[in-house]
């Protein structure tokens, strides 16, 4: 069995929180993660989801 990484749900933040903590619209932050700048991840519904400490690693 292969080693699983489990990242605690508030460690996940939504783009309008990230926005904040990068003080830029969440709109930016949606396109720093279409250009590569940030990773996320998207929710069933589509949400992207940001882990904080690579957000606070940008601001």
């Given at each position: 069995m292969g080693a699983q990484t489990s990242i605690n749900e508030?460690?996940?933040i939504g783009a309008t929180e990230a926005a904040q903590i990068l003080k830029v619209s969440p709109k930016t932050v949606g396109r720093y993660a279409d250009q590569g700048?940030?990773?996320c991840?998207?929710?069933?519904k589509n949400y992207r989801r940001?882990?904080?400490?690579?957000?606070?690693k940008l601001a």
């Open positions: 508030s460690e996940w700048i940030i990773v991840i998207r929710t069933p940001f882990l904080r400490s690579t957000v606070k």
